[in-house]
């Protein structure tokens, strides 16, 4: 079965530092892969995509960045965050072809200060 | 371009009520529907998804919704609440034409409410 893996669940961090956040998805192979950012009562962000290994696309621009350097392995990551760089940070990986569901990882609740 | 509305930022029902939560879509191909559920500090969980085949579709937990292309809606509903289902409820899109890659796109979500 697929399993999808994503750390840490919290991260406290000051304004300026980096940030890099990780996520793994066991038991498939050339998943499609996501990072969504959800902020209290405006649904789920879509910010990064990727449909392979160093194939990333950037939904929104910002302060973020992705990277996919194997197969079933994304990053998020930041050099310097910021304020509004708080959220909560879902993972998800989906199947090519269609018809098929999302599934989500645990999510990371992340609080610059 | 695809896109959901969902109707009510947040509904509230006594338990063993209807639950009636709305979502209508725009997708400019014949689209993949999806109900997700999310508790606190935590990942999204599907509940049920719309692929085409037959427009009632029934989930987990004794949800069930019902795709009416005429009405570019799918709302989902359980007919008796239950106190475990006190969450947020999102609604996504998926139409899988052309450049999408897959993309899925959310609702603004339904905290749903559920009194004693």
């Known amino acids: 079965s697929q399993t999808i893996h994503q750390w840490p669940a919290t991260l406290v961090q000051p304004v300026g530092s980096p940030l890099s956040l990780e996520c793994t998805v066991e038991g498939t192979s050339n998943p499609n892969l996501y990072w969504y950012r959800q902020a209290a009562g405006r649904g789920l962000q879509l910010l990064f995509y990727?449909?392979?290994?160093?194939?990333i696309s950037s939904e929104v621009p910002q302060n973020l960045s992705a990277s996919r350097p194997q197969d079933r392995q994304f990053i998020l990551s930041s050099k310097k965050l910021l304020l509004s760089d708080s959220g909560f940070y879902l993972c998800?990986?989906?199947?090519?072809?269609?018809?098929?569901?999302?599934?989500f990882g645990q999510g990371t609740r992340l609080t610059v200060v | 371009a695809q896109s959901v509305t969902q109707l009510g930022s947040h509904v509230s029902v006594s338990e063993g009520a209807l639950v009636l939560l709305r979502c209508n879509y725009s997708s400019s191909v014949p689209p993949y529907l999806f109900w997700y559920v999310q508790y606190p500090n935590q990942g999204l969980q599907l509940l049920l998804k719309y692929t085409s085949a037959a427009t009632l579709v029934k989930g987990i937990n004794g949800f069930e919704a019902e795709f009416k292309k005429s009405e570019t809606s799918f709302h989902l509903t359980k007919p008796s609440a239950h106190m475990s289902d006190a969450a947020e409820y999102f609604c996504a899109v998926s139409d899988d034409g052309g450049t999408s890659y897959g993309k899925l796109t959310f609702g603004q979500g339904t905290i749903l409410t559920v009194h004693p």
């Open positions: 998800a990986w989906r199947r090519r072809g269609g018809n098929t569901e999302a599934f």
């Open positions: 990727s449909i392979g290994i160093d194939q």
